[in-house]
T-cell receptor, first 116, second 115 residues
Framework: AQTVTQSQPEMSVQEAETVTLSCTYD???????LFWYKQPPSRQMILVIR??????QNATENRFSVNFQKAAKSFSLKISDSQLGDAAMYFC?????????????FGTGTRLKVLA | GAVVSQHPSRVICKSGTSVKIECRSL??????MFWYRQFPKKSLMLMAT?????????EQGVEKDKFLINHASLTLSTLTVTSAHPEDSSFYIC???????????FGPGTRLTVL
């Protein structure tokens, strides 16, 4: 069974600085997708970035980028120029389409605090 | 992006009563809808997967008789918590899968409090 691990329960970053959130996963499949979701205090899940496993190029979305290391099964999120609005819970998620269920498996989350 | 709504946003009920939560995809037809449960400061735990017109598939450990899921149309799925007890108090989140992309879009969640 696939698992997703986020080893950092909480992280802090100074406003305007850069922070990296870690995520590792375990799977025997070769075709899958990885996601980072943000959950602010409102509890609405917001997609931050996604990565297709077959793509070697790391995904980027403005200030958000990932370091995808397929062999190491690592998928970290880098937030540059951190802003106060980035403070939230961040969840790493895995999805395999192989079984046809399209289920997401979420990590335990990392709470990000942004210090002014 | 695609919008998913949930109703109600929060509900308080007495122990022993049943509560229904609706999940709607507003601007697209959802091939599949998912129901998650989230405890305070915890991750999302998948409860069940529902496809329109068929029975829901429940995850291991989820009581199908307590958490009834109906997916009557491509835009509406409902979760009914039957004979609710205080331990059922939680935050329930639905998501809807877009067929052409398989990406899930999440509803804003429903906070259930059972007294």
């Amino acid at each position: 069974a696939q698992t997703v691990t986020q080893s950092q329960p909480e992280m802090s970053v100074q406003e305007a600085e850069t922070v990296t959130l870690s995520c590792t996963y375990d799977t025997s499949e070769s075709d899958y997708y990885l996601f980072w979701y943000k959950q602010p205090p409102s509890r609405q899940m917001i997609l931050v970035i996604r990565q297709e496993a077959y793509k070697q190029q790391n995904a980027t979305e403005n200030r958000f980028s990932v370091n995808f290391q397929k062999a190491a099964k690592s998928f970290s999120l880098k937030i540059s120029d951190s802003q106060l609005g980035d403070a939230a819970m961040y969840f790493c998620a895995y999805r395999s389409d192989t079984s046809g269920t399209y289920k997401y498996i979420f990590g335990t989350g990392t709470r990000l605090k942004v210090l002014a | 992006g695609a919008v998913v709504s949930q109703h109600p946003s929060r509900v308080i009920c007495k122990s022993g009563t049943s509560v229904k939560i609706e999940c709607r995809s507003l601007d697209f037809q959802a091939t599949t809808m998912f129901w998650y449960r989230q405890f305070p400061k915890k991750s999302l735990m998948l409860m069940a997967t529902s496809n329109e017109g068929s029975k829901a598939t429940y995850e291991q450990g989820v009581e199908k008789d307590k958490f009834l899921i109906n997916h009557a149309s491509l835009t509406l799925s409902t979760l009914t918590v039957t004979s609710a007890h205080p331990e059922d108090s939680s935050f329930y989140i639905c998501s809807a899968r877009v067929g052409w992309d398989n990406e899930q879009f999440f509803g804003p969640g429903t906070r259930l409090t059972v007294l």
